[in-house]
């Protein structure tokens, strides 16, 4: 840190830019060469031994904010490369380790009666149970450091003729709040203490927990490739705890492990637990019985968590999709005449609106997943439009002419012919009884088969479910053309911001994304913005092929890290960034209002 120090100590003692220190001007000799003149480069890269800091500027507005990302060689920590299923858990792992001598450090900062702006600050990205892929804590191959310091910004090339190839890096990415004016105070942040930190935290790092979260996560890999191939689309290990602590996402202390009925008890990997299998699944109960607290389970387990998070090995078909009523969404050139046989003035097979109802909004969703690729749906009665769920027979009697088709009449026929299996949380309508592949009741937090039961109930009340006809599933596609772009209409400059209330403002269009159920961080929100930005510069062709872009961009950020989505111009945007899934960022564009689709000819 010996150049970086030298460089704050040639600031002046306000200055609030900062601009030698992003810059990172040095002068270059070649002992090997003394009649060649040293040359001027620019590399913010700071090292400390062979650990490399980079340091960029966040954003204009915040010069005495900058991002510093730290390159530790996998050899400096003691651990040997990680295996590719292993990669992002480790990454999370150092990560939540690493933030707790962040917080040390805060706390030696801190004074109440003083702002960060006064004080000085490190930002770190805490996350919740789940894992993730983040730009905050990731692997990556990294240049060592080929020079030796000299005096002030002069370095020397190493002659020793030995060769130094990229090496595999931790790479940790935080934020420091520089104490404004106070130029000394900033030297001893950068240069000493969190060298310092990354020291410790080096030296502490427990071998022993690293084990762990490589085995754990070999062991959720192993299970996710196995529903793959199985009968299953989920999977609940015996003694999961699957309720969570009032007002927070860690596991309610006390809780009643969960327990597989034995009839689906399975064993895979070495964990016994219990398989839910594909087709139509319903989970009922009285209330407060942990129905729901199971199928909130279920949805978590898209994502892999941490050790300790109670649902750690709570795996789930990694395209189900959460589907819930979205009254007043935008839908864009959908068919959802499955549902929906008749519209007033419009054709269902194309439908598009500025505000949908609740059923038209919740057939949008399904049939949105469906043409996405999901091939698990998770629906809680409770957040769904009552007509669109079900249709009782009295109902059917008295109204003949009705434009919905309940999803009662639908459930069985999206799995058989699509492939799309359902699992429902439904405690006051039996007419799913009936259509149920299994029904199990939910009791004490206590989950029992009830299958038969139900069957019995049914046959005894003479329910007999009679399918409709069957229905058109497929989509046209359509991709988005006009209005499609960052730029507000007579503007020169991008505008993309996210809103902490649910909205993403992009161009001239301010999107409603409180309705993607399955986005879990708020970082999730900020990459969607910057996914959604970069489709919109990118796209240089009339009418995009949206699927393959978004196939590009995936394969594109799992090449270079998802880091390459950022853009300083962006000052409202955070920092961090946590990638979503192509289910929700499909089903943001369906969201665009001002946007333009056509058809796409097959």
Same mark, same amino acid.
């Not at 919905?404 to 999206?414: A, G, H, K, Q, S």
């Not at 943001?588 to 097959?602: A, G, N, P, S, T």
């Given at each position: 840190?010996? +150049?970086?120090?030298?460089? !704050?100590l040639?600031?002046e003692?306000?200055?609030?830019?900062?601009?030698?220190?992003?810059?990172?001007?040095?002068?270059?000799?070649?002992?090997?060469?003394?009649?060649?003149?040293?040359?001027?480069?620019? /590399?913010?890269t700071?090292?400390?031994?062979?650990?490399?800091?980079?340091?960029?500027?966040?954003?204009?507005?915040?010069?005495d904010?900058?991002?510093?990302?730290i390159?530790?060689?996998?050899?400096? !920590?003691?651990?040997?490369?990680?295996?590719?299923?292993?990669?992002?858990? *480790?990454?999370?792992?150092?990560? +939540?380790?690493?933030?707790?001598?962040?917080?040390?450090?805060?706390?030696?900062?801190?004074?109440?009666?003083?702002?960060?702006?006064?004080?000085?600050?490190?930002?770190l990205?805490?996350?919740?149970?789940?894992?993730?892929?983040?730009n905050?804590?990731?692997?990556?191959?990294?240049?060592?450091?080929?020079?030796?310091?000299?005096?002030?910004s002069?370095?020397?090339?190493?002659?020793?003729?030995?060769?130094?190839?990229?090496?595999?890096?931790?790479?940790l990415?935080?934020?420091v709040?520089?104490?404004?004016?106070?130029?000394?105070?900033?030297?001893?942040m950068?240069?000493?203490?969190?060298?310092?930190?990354?020291?410790?935290?080096?030296?502490?790092?427990d071998?022993?927990?690293?084990?762990?979260?490589?085995? *754990?996560?070999?062991?959720?890999?192993?299970?996710?490739? %196995?529903?793959?191939?199985?009968?299953?689309?989920?999977?609940?290990?015996?003694?999961?705890?699957?309720?969570?602590s009032?007002?927070?996402?860690?596991?309610?202390?006390?809780?009643?492990?969960?327990?597989?009925?034995?009839?689906?008890e399975?064993?895979?990997?070495?964990?016994?637990g219990?398989?839910?299998?594909?087709?139509?699944?319903?989970?009922?109960?009285g209330?407060?019985?942990?129905?729901?607290?199971?199928? /909130?389970?279920?949805?978590?387990?898209?994502?892999?968590?941490?050790?300790?998070?109670?649902?750690?090995?709570?795996?789930?078909?990694?395209?189900?999709?959460t589907?819930?009523?979205?009254?007043?969404?935008?839908?864009?050139? *959908?068919?959802?005449?499955?549902?929906?046989? %008749?519209?007033?003035?419009?054709?269902?097979?194309?439908?598009?609106?500025?505000?949908?109802?609740?059923?038209?909004?919740?057939?949008?969703?399904?049939?949105?997943a469906?043409?996405?690729?999901?091939t698990?749906?998770?629906? /809680? =009665?409770?957040?769904?439009?009552?007509?669109?769920?079900?249709?009782?027979?009295?109902?059917?009697?008295?109204?003949?002419?009705?434009p919905?088709?309940?999803?009662?009449?639908?459930?069985?026929?999206?799995y +058989?012919?699509?492939?799309?299996?359902?699992?429902?949380?439904?405690?006051? #309508?039996?007419?799913?009884?009936?259509?149920?592949?299994?029904?199990?009741?939910?009791?004490?937090?206590?989950?029992?088969?009830?299958?038969?039961?139900?069957?019995?109930?049914?046959?005894?009340?003479?329910?007999?479910?009679?399918?409709?006809?069957?229905?058109?599933?497929?989509?046209?596609?359509?991709?988005?053309?006009?209005?499609?772009?960052?730029?507000?209409a007579?503007?020169?400059?991008? +505008?993309?911001?996210?809103?902490?209330?649910?909205m993403?403002?992009?161009?001239?269009?301010?999107?409603?994304?409180?309705?993607?159920?399955?986005?879990?961080t708020p970082?999730?929100?900020?990459?969607?913005?910057?996914?959604?930005?970069?489709?919109?510069? #990118?796209?240089?062709?009339?009418?995009? /092929?949206?699927?393959?872009?978004?196939?590009? !961009?995936y394969?594109?950020? =799992?090449?270079?890290?998802?880091?390459l989505?950022y853009?300083?111009?962006?000052?409202?945007?955070?920092?961090?960034?946590?990638?979503?899934?192509?289910?929700?960022?499909?089903s !943001?564009?369906?969201?665009?209002?001002?946007?333009?689709?056509?058809?796409?000819?097959?």
């Open positions: 840190m010996k +150049r970086l120090k030298n460089k !704050l040639a600031m003692p306000n200055t609030v830019t900062y601009k030698e220190m992003y810059e990172g001007g040095m002068l270059v000799a070649d002992p090997s060469h003394p009649t060649i003149e040293p040359w001027a480069e620019y /590399d913010p700071y090292y400390y031994g062979e650990i490399g800091f980079h340091i960029s500027c966040t954003h204009k507005l915040a010069q904010k900058p991002t510093v990302t390159s530790i060689p996998c050899k400096d !920590l003691g651990i040997e490369p990680p295996p590719p299923e292993a990669e992002c858990a *480790l990454a999370d792992f150092c990560l +939540r380790v690493f933030g707790n001598y962040m917080e040390e450090l805060n706390q030696a900062l801190y004074n109440r009666g003083r702002p960060d702006e006064e004080n000085g600050r490190y930002e990205c805490r996350p919740g149970g789940e894992i993730l892929q983040r905050a804590a990731y692997f990556a191959e990294c240049i060592p450091k080929d020079y030796e310091n000299g005096s002030g002069t370095v020397y090339i190493l002659t020793d003729r030995r060769n130094r190839p990229p090496q595999r890096c931790l790479c990415r935080l934020q709040q520089l104490p404004r004016r106070k130029l000394r105070k900033a030297i001893q950068l240069c000493r203490d969190l060298p310092d930190a990354v020291d410790r935290f080096i030296v502490g790092l071998r022993s927990e690293i084990s762990e979260v490589i085995v *754990l996560a070999k062991q959720q890999h192993a299970i996710r490739t %196995w529903l793959s191939t199985s009968e299953f689309c989920a999977f609940i290990a015996n003694g999961s705890i699957l309720p969570r009032k007002g927070s996402d860690l596991p309610m202390r006390g809780a009643v492990p969960f327990l597989s009925t034995p009839k689906d399975v064993e895979v990997c070495g964990v016994r219990m398989g839910i299998r594909k087709g139509v699944t319903v989970i009922t109960g209330g407060y019985s942990g129905k729901s607290t199971l199928l /909130d389970a279920i949805a978590a387990g898209i994502y892999d968590h941490v050790l300790g998070d109670g649902r750690e090995l709570c795996i789930t078909d990694g395209t189900a999709v589907i819930a009523a979205e009254d007043g969404r935008s839908v864009r050139h *959908l068919n959802i005449s499955p549902f929906i046989q %008749w519209l007033p003035n419009d054709d269902p097979r194309d439908f598009s609106t500025d505000h949908a109802s609740g059923s038209t909004s919740q057939a949008a969703n399904i049939m949105e469906v043409h996405s690729g999901s698990l749906l998770l629906i /809680d =009665e409770d957040r769904s439009a009552t007509n669109f769920m079900i249709r009782d027979r009295m109902m059917k009697s008295l109204i003949r002419r009705e919905i088709m309940p999803f009662t009449d639908r459930v069985n026929e999206l +058989r012919e699509r492939g799309v299996s359902t699992i429902l949380v439904i405690g006051g #309508s039996g007419e799913y009884l009936s259509v149920a592949d299994r029904v199990y009741m939910m009791e004490d937090y206590l989950i029992g088969d009830v299958t038969e039961r139900s069957r019995s109930i049914c046959y005894a009340n003479g329910v007999v479910f009679e399918p409709p006809m069957e229905a058109q599933w497929s989509q046209r596609r359509v991709s988005p053309h006009e209005g499609f772009t960052s730029y507000p007579g503007s020169g400059s991008e +505008r993309l911001e996210v809103w902490d209330m649910g993403i403002v992009i161009g001239n269009e301010r999107i409603d994304v409180r309705g993607l159920q399955d986005v879990v970082r999730q929100w900020n990459a969607l913005g910057f996914m959604l930005r970069y489709l919109t510069i #990118s796209n240089r062709d009339r009418v995009i /092929d949206l699927e393959a872009r978004i196939d590009e !961009l394969a594109r950020i =799992e090449r270079e890290g998802l880091d989505l853009s300083s111009y962006f000052t409202t945007c955070e920092r961090f960034l946590d990638l979503p899934r192509k289910q929700e960022l499909l !943001l564009i369906r969201r665009m209002r001002k946007v333009r689709f056509e058809y796409i000819k097959e």
